[in-house]
């Protein structure tokens, strides 16, 4: 079974553009969930997407937004970036049946680098 | 608020056991897992633990205590590929939501 897939894994943008990630989750799976890790702040959780709806969202500002589609893709999109928005971007994706947490699975991410 | 404390740096050698400290202070608790991950690479999954006690698999172990709001990584038999960093996170809420610690970098010598 192939694992979570991202694209493009790496990305040069500069300050005020905007950009989209990718993420295909682990086929099966429903959850998609997204997270920014940087050196100083370590794993930040963005936002969690389950059948179509965001079910949570982290402490992050309006520029970071995100979206599933009916297959379990997912997007994220940041908005006008700033250079701290320089990180890797992490998708994972969770199969989950009636409720019961289960494991995330990780992508390979996306560095994304702001200039 | 949300703290996940685990040690920054710790070092070991080949053969040897190390455990990993992590404690904890969420507003719930759905679960608490391990992950792995080496320099330039995604985490990769290594234990769930959500009832107290010790979850084994091969040369990793992972205990849980609620109560205390503490958990520990034990490795054993100690390779130079175990270097990496490991990360505790907490499940705390509904969803998928992880709150991860800022992880803990293992050099492994020879």
């Known amino acids: 079974k192939a694992g979570v897939t991202q694209t493009p894994r790496y990305l040069i943008k500069t300050r005020g553009q905007q950009v989209t990630l990718s993420c295909s989750p682990i086929?099966?799976?429903?959850?998609v969930s997204w997270y920014q890790q940087t050196p100083g702040q370590g794993l930040q959780f963005l936002f969690e997407?389950?059948?179509?709806?965001?079910?949570n969202k982290g402490n992050f500002p309006g520029r970071f937004s995100g979206r599933q589609f009916s297959n379990s893709r997912s997007e994220m999109n940041v908005s006008t970036l700033e250079l701290g928005d320089s990180a890797l971007y992490l998708c994972?994706?969770?199969?989950?049946?009636?409720?019961?947490?289960?494991?995330?699975?990780f992508g390979p991410g996306t560095r994304l680098l702001v200039l | 608020g949300q703290n996940i404390d685990q040690p920054t740096e710790m070092t070991a050698t080949e053969g040897a056991i190390v455990q990993i400290n992590c404690t904890y202070q969420?507003?719930?608790?759905?679960?608490l897992f391990w992950y792995q991950q080496h320099a330039g690479e995604a985490p990769t999954f290594l234990s769930y633990n959500v009832l107290d006690g010790l979850e084994e698999k091969g040369r990793f172990s992972s205990f849980l205590s609620r109560s205390k709001g503490y958990s520990y990584l034990l490795l054993k038999e100690l390779q130079m590929k175990d270097s990496a960093s490991y990360l505790c996170a907490v499940n705390g809420q509904a969803g998928t939501a992880l709150i991860f610690g800022k992880g803990t970098t293992l050099s492994v010598s020879s």
């Open positions: 997407y389950f059948s179509e709806t965001q079910r």
């Open positions: 086929s099966g799976h429903r959850s």
């Open positions: 969420t507003s719930g608790f759905n679960g």
């Open positions: 994972a994706s969770s199969l989950e049946v009636s409720g019961v947490q289960e494991t995330q699975y």
